[in-house]
Structures are given as structure tokens and as C-alpha cells.
């Protein structure tokens, strides 16, 4: 398959994507764990379907470290014990945070709480941060449908 648009050389979406880059290296900057990080970006790119993203997020903690049965086992969070409490509170303020259409108000209080009593203010604005930038990344490369598959650790930087 082929990109209906390539996002890096467009002159519109190049500059797009040059402050989606200097946006990602400020959360990685951030006191936020970076298995947290994978956690987050992995959950929601398969909830949008994102292939491209579920390949580069899986490939990226793996080369971070992260245990296969753990990657393999995110969008079944729920079901087993592997996932500390705070990453629980973070794959679920994810969730929330990206299928917030799917409920009246948003993300429900209960589950800010939550995250709140395992990340500080600065953890949780990176949390806020990273939620809304992997869901406009899995956006783009959704709708423009880029191909899966040759991504590799680091390559973006």
C-alpha cells in the first residue's frame, strides 16, 4: 500500500510534523516514566486502529526494554496483574482520553482522580500532552492511510 499523502515532504504537513517532533521531545523530557510513555501510546493507537503507530510503539518499547508478554498483553490491560496501579491509572485516563466522544463530559472525574493519586502536576500534564498527540498522530496516519511494517527503533529521533 501507498501513502494517499506523504506527511514528511508536503510543505504543509512537513511543517506539521517538524512541531509534532519538537512537541514529542518535550514529553520525553518530562519527569513521566517511559514505560509509562510506550504504555500510552501503544493503548491508543490500537483503540484508533493505527497500524503504523502499533507497529512503531510496540517496536519502541521493546527496544526500551519492555517484556513481550507486557506489549502483548496492553489492550487486555484489565485482565491481568502485570501493569503496576499507576499505569492502570494511566491506560485508563488514555482510554478515556481517546474515546472521549463515546461518553457526555469527557473523561469522568473519577478517572483524573485516579491518575492524580500516582502522577503530579507535571507527570499528568505530560499524560494530557501525550494523549492528544498520539491520537493526532494515529489520525494522520490513518486517514492518509501510511504503510506498516519498516519502522525502526529511534528512527525519528
Known amino acids: 500500500m501507498e501513502a494517499r499523502l506523504d506527511l514528511a515532504t508536503n510543505p504543509i504537513t512537513g511543517k506539521i510534523m517538524k512541531h509534532f517532533v519538537a512537541m514529542h521531545r518535550v514529553l520525553l523530557d518530562s519527569p513521566l516514566p517511559a514505560k509509562t510513555m510506550h504504555l500510552v501510546t501503544l493503548r491508543a493507537s490500537q483503540i484508533n486502529g493505527c497500524s503504523v503507530c ?5 517496536k519502541d518499547a521493546a527496544h526500551d526494554g519492555e517484556t513481550p508478554q507486557r506489549v502483548n498483553l496492553v489492550a487486555a490491560w484489565r485482565e491481568t496483574d502485570l501493569f503496576t496501579e499507576a499505569e492502570r491509572a494511566a491506560l485508563e485516563l488514555t482510554e ?6 463515546d461518553t457526555a463530559g469527557g ?3 473519577e478517572v483524573w482522580e485516579n491518575a492524580a493519586k500516582y502522577y ?5 500534564a505530560t499524560l494530557v500532552g ?3 498527540l498520539i491520537n493526532t498522530a494515529n489520525r494522520l ?3 492518509v492511510q501510511n ?7 529511534g528512527q525519528f529521533g
Open 54 to 58: 502499533t507497529d512503531m510503539h510496540t
Open 96 to 101: 478515556q482520553g481517546t474515546r472521549i466522544a
Open 107 to 109: 473523561v469522568p472525574d
Open 120 to 124: 503530579d502536576e507535571d507527570q499528568l
Open 130 to 132: 501525550l494523549i492528544a
Open 141 to 143: 496516519n490513518v486517514i
Open 147 to 153: 504503510p506498516v511494517g519498516d519502522y525502526q527503533p
